[in-house]
């Protein structure tokens, strides 16, 4: 009431009849152009106001004019990009791809570089690379490209295939995916989409899942490129969700509920929740309730579940990995919103093969990504290579064995070293990845102290640690250290040099 | 209370107002101009009894509408197909959320459906609708029954699809000599192709299609390996220029007829929108600039930025090649109006004509003109019959597009055994020159072949001189002038003469009738058959009318 009363007063006075009227009319059109302007400028507004009518006025000089006119660059301007090339071709200041570069310049070598940067920041596994080879070196005059008189076979590689994989490349994945999770999980081929990698796979569930200005519960830490691969294109939009040291940073429901609810005061849809289990950068495993409890909260508000397992074969402690196939398989769950990411990248340590796949049990899902695998299709000669690998019993039991008992070698020798240095970890079992925390090393509890250790690491130490900050990591001081680029020799190498730069921060105090 | 004195005080004028508020708005007008014609009413009820009240409140209750109108008004576009099913879901998974504690035994709450289904995004269902196009159709078509001249004799014969089988041989030849060698590399060190490598190619590889390209366009230009980025096929590159180069609703200007796949690569996920630029038989397809100075400005009257042109050269469906003039003239366009020219040389290798191909490449070498604002899209399926290694190529002069579709590259990127396959094999000089001279030499045989076997059967071609099909001129044979009279003929063509063709209106083509025909899935001993199909839907095509 108190509000209305001043207007009636002006009602009821002098020229009351007229004001009474006008005032609520004013206000109205001036609110109006309030939510006009505020709804306008995202988009247009910032970039194009001040180049565009330039542009425009250019448009009406004479078509006839000749060309050496017209041409001299800049008469126009520059030839303008979209802004999202823009933004995405803007350099990139985090510090996981500023580490990454560095390596680039100057790599490590123990015996030709010993001075450069050894790579702890890229997951990468070349502990079994010598099985690959020796497999190649066997068997690829059989595989692939049959001397006698295997004309066919060739047509096949070159002429048109199906852009979402070959039907025998998604028979042989679903077999060895089912060997990966070791367990009676039994993966149906025709559920399967073969992309480019599992960077496409992942943007190709976001443009099915979510629309732009959608948004994706993601737990953090969580492996930094999911900030490209996820937002760059698609326009949706991550929402991290906190996970604390306190609870071995598995995620809590609770704080995914608090997200959600977050998210939708703020007038955001949140479309699914990203897991990555085995976790990238902490390298533990969810428990089997925990996925349960992830399942229920997704059902609870109609979202997704993107499950990221791409590290599910390289698991090398006690405890086993549950699928989220088998969580989904075991029950009669409503499958519908359960999408798994898988590629052979890690666990078959091929990354430069570029091999990845969905595995959805929607059959929207499956359609509308088989029709989007255009734009990341594999090449059919690397499909044929692979069909005759992964089909290669033998060989995989033996690989997978082999894999996990080096990663667990090179991983008990890492972390026997932090444990002289008085460094902890998080006690993960997969992984290529040791999840490491350096708090007792930096010298403020913050984020700039995080970094100012990263910068140290990098370059007086010369090893290159993915930072926390860069994981979205809220607790300051946590690296991970990716050690499977590391043969056995090089791994005190690297506590050594963690040593001197544990002691420069330590001595000023 | 003050206000009570203070409203009786002004009781005898509201009456009067009253009344004159009835009389001009039963139509008598007196002295009110029109504006006041919607206040009168509003007086009259602020004079009232409970005026003051009223008079505040239905402002703005007006006020409230309007604005719940407009929002609804404005979100309506993105919203128009969820607001039923998501309010209700929304509604449900509340419910459930609310009655159902979380704790209650999974196998309660498990049943489908209890929390709605999941949804998808809008932009999948969009994707999923489409595809209805007879293009589309017709390759499942084949796909399901396909021709073979032993095997299955009445199958549908492939005319859909722009794929040279022609030269596979000289292919296959080269991979059972040298594939295995090549793709481990000379090493034979497993980490040169399975650890991580730069996502937009190896350098290697660029460099050996840069000299593949030159040779194709006739050593008429040299190519700047750095400028490259390769990409899964030439489909993954258009649409890593779409982004680049324009926002979402954005458009492209695309003279039609156009490859129809053009409508799924550029607007699917980038959000770009096409504005064909139609172009007349009578010009022989050519682009004029002329239509599209037109469709610039009506797209700017209806408040659409035009960012760039996609052409195709040789073109497409068409198969003719743009002459030097008219690239000079396409180059003052965009320079004119600012926006970029996108060029798919993908056929710059498989010219049978006898004009000659020129790249926008070499008119942008020579001329003092804006290079930045020319793309190519070039890939190896066309021109190296290597449709199966997806191996597509951007080249461009601009610094910003090349840096972005480098890191866009992450999303398709292609596997290193295949680049370092292809590095030994466009290497080799003496195949690659070999193979782009027979492979014009068989071309050139076909097209000819199967021309002059469509001449016989009265049908016209478009005078073509690149790319792997002839654009006939059908428009004799259908009942009705129009659009759908060409699709009945299509679908005459698909089930009685089991051939699939693509009709000119899944390429946009304005003129009814017209039809593509790609015969470089076809051996020479298929011609025959093919016309023969023909005559015989022809004949029952004349027979009725």
């Known amino acids: 009431m108190r509000l209305i009363v001043p207007l009636q007063g002006v009602v009821q006075g002098r020229g009351g009849l007229l004001m009474g009227s006008l005032i609520p009319c004013a206000l109205f059109y001036f609110l109006q152009l309030y939510l006009k302007k505020r709804h306008r400028s995202p988009k247009p507004r910032s970039p194009s106001v001040s180049p565009s009518p330039s542009s425009s006025n250019l448009a009406e000089l004479p078509r006839s004019a000749s060309r050496s006119n ?148 993601v737990p953090t830490p969580y492996y930094p490129g999911f900030d490209r691969d996820m937002t760059w294109r698609t326009g949706v939009e991550l929402i991290p969700v906190h996970c604390r040291s306190t609870d071995n940073f598995i995620p809590s429901i609770t704080a995914l509920d608090q997200a959600f609810n977050q998210a939708k005061k703020r007038g955001l849809r949140v479309r699914g929740i990203l897991i990555s289990n085995p976790s990238n950068p902490v390298g533990n495993m969810l428990p089997r309730e925990t996925l349960y409890s992830l399942l229920d909260f997704a059902r609870e508000k109609n979202i ?206 | 209370m003050t206000r009570t004195p203070f409203f009786r005080a002004r009781l005898p004028d509201p009456d009067e107002d009253s009344r004159a508020a009835v009389t001009t708005s039963s139509g008598a007008g007196g002295g009110w101009g029109t504006a006041m014609r919607v206040i009168v009413p509003l007086q009259g009820v602020v004079q009232g009894r409970g005026g003051l009240v009223l008079g505040s409140l239905i402002p703005c209750a007006l006020c409230y509408f309007l604005q719940l109108y407009l929002k609804r008004h404005r979100s309506g576009p993105a919203r128009t197909p969820p607001p039923s099913p998501s309010s209700s879901a929304d509604h449900l998974s509340e419910v459930t959320g609310a009655v159902l504690q979380r704790s209650s035994s999974r196998a309660h709450l498990s049943p489908r459906g209890s929390g709605g289904p999941a949804h998808v995004s809008s932009r999948a269902a969009l994707i999923l609708r489409g595809g209805d196009s007879p293009y589309f159709v017709g390759l499942k078509r084949v796909e399901e029954d396909p021709y073979d001249a032993v095997a299955n004799p009445n199958g549908i014969i492939q005319l859909g699809l722009a794929e040279n089988k022609l030269c596979l041989d000289l292919v296959c030849e080269w991979l059972v000599a040298n594939g295995n060698k090549a793709m481990l590399g000379d090493e034979a060190s497993i980490s040169r192709i399975a650890t991580y490598k730069p996502l937009d190619g190896l350098m290697e590889l660029k460099m050996a299609v840069t000299d593949f390209m030159s040779q194709a366009t006739e050593r008429s230009v040299s190519f700047d390996p750095s400028q490259i980025v390769l990409t899964t096929g030439s489909t993954a590159a258009i649409e890593t220029l779409s982004f680049c180069i324009a926002d979402g609703g954005n458009a492209f200007l695309v003279p039609t007829p156009y490859y129809p796949g053009f409508d799924r690569d550029i607007k699917w996920r980038s959000g770009v929108e096409i504005i064909p630029v139609p172009c007349r038989s009578s010009d022989n397809f050519a682009l004029s600039i002329n239509a599209l100075d037109r469709a610039f400005y009506q797209a700017k009257k209806r408040g659409v930025k035009v960012r760039g042109i996609i052409i195709s050269n040789p073109s497409n469906p068409v198969g003719t090649v743009l002459s030097r003039e008219t690239l000079y003239s396409l180059i003052d366009f965009v320079t004119e109006k600012n926006i970029h020219l996108i060029c798919n040389e993908i056929f710059a290798g498989s010219t049978q004509g006898a004009e000659e191909f020129v790249s926008v490449a070499e008119i942008v070498d020579s001329e003092d003109c804006d290079r930045t604002r020319v793309h190519i899209v070039y890939g190896l399926s066309k021109d190296l019959c290597l449709t199966g290694f997806n191996v597509g190529v951007i080249y461009s002069l601009n610094e910003n597009v090349v840096a972005a579709a480098k890191k866009l590259s992450r999303f398709s990127s292609v596997s290193t055994p295949t680049q370092r396959l292809l590095i030994s094999m466009l290497s080799d000089a003496r195949f690659t020159q070999n193979f782009i001279r027979v492979n014009r030499e068989r071309l050139r045989k076909m097209y000819v072949e199967f021309v002059a076997g469509l001449k016989k059967l009265g049908i016209e071609c478009t005078k073509g001189n690149g790319g792997f099909s002839c654009w006939a001129d059908m428009s004799g044979l259908i009942r009705s002038y129009n659009e759908k009279g060409e699709i009945e003929l299509w679908d005459k063509l698909l089930n009685m003469g089991k051939i699939n063709v693509t009709p000119g209106s899944s390429c946009q083509c304005i003129e009814p009738g017209w039809f593509r025909f790609c015969f470089a899935t076809l051996s020479e001993n298929d011609v025959p058959v093919v016309m023969e199909r023909i005559r015989n839907v022809s004949e029952t095509c004349k027979s009725r009318s």
């Open chain 1, 304 to 509: 997704h579940i993107l499950s990221d397992e791409i590290f599910a074969g390289s698991t090398h402690g006690n405890e086993e990995f549950v699928s989220m196939a088998e969580i989904v398989g075991e029950e009669e769950f409503d499958k519908d919103r359960v999408h798994i990411i898988y590629g052979l990248s890690k666990d078959l340590s091929i990354p430069g093969f570029r091999v990845g796949c969905i595995y959805s049990f929607n059959e929207t899902v499956l359609a509308s990504s088989k029709r989007m695998a255009r734009f990341s299709p594999v090449s059919a000669l690397t499909q044929r290579l692979l069909v005759s690998l992964l089909l290669d019993t033998r060989f995989i039991t033996k690989y997978l064995e082999t894999n996990r008992r080096r990663i667990r070698q090179v991983y008990d020798l890492f972390v026997a070293g932090l444990k002289e240095l008085g460094v902890k970890w998080t006690e993960g079992g997969a992984g290529l990845f040791c999840w490491v925390d350096m708090s007792g090393l930096i010298r403020s509890y913050s984020e700039k102290a995080e970094l100012e250790l990263f910068d140290r690491l990098l370059n007086i130490a010369k090893i290159n640690a993915t930072p926390g900050s860069a994981c979205h990591c809220i607790e300051p001081g946590w690296f991970r250290c990716c050690f499977t680029t590391l043969s056995l020799e090089d791994v005190p190498v690297v506590i050594e040099r963690i040593r001197r730069v544990a002691e420069i921060c330590k001595s000023p105090r």
């Open chain 1, 70 to 217: 017209l041409s001299s660059r800049g008469s126009i301007g520059p030839a303008r990009t979209s802004n999202r090339a823009t933004s995405i071709a803007k350099p990139n200041t985090s510090p996981y791809y500023v580490g990454l570069d560095r390596v680039l310049e100057d790599p490590y070598d123990r015996v030709h570089y010993p001075d450069g940067i050894i790579q702890l920041g890229l997951s990468e596994n070349r502990l079994c690379l010598d099985l690959i080879d020796e497999w190649m070196s066997e068997n690829l005059n059989n595989s692939v490209i049959r001397g006698d008189g295997g004309d066919l076979g060739i047509a096949g590689l070159a002429t048109y295939q199906p852009s979402d994989g070959l039907v025998e490349l998604k028979v042989a994945m679903a077999s060895f995916m089912s060997k990966v999770v070791s367990k009676e999980v039994s993966f149906n081929p025709s559920q399967i989409v073969i992309t480019s990698g599992a960077t496409p796979a992942i943007e190709i569930l976001c443009f099915c899942l979510a629309d732009q200005g959608n948004a994706i519960l």
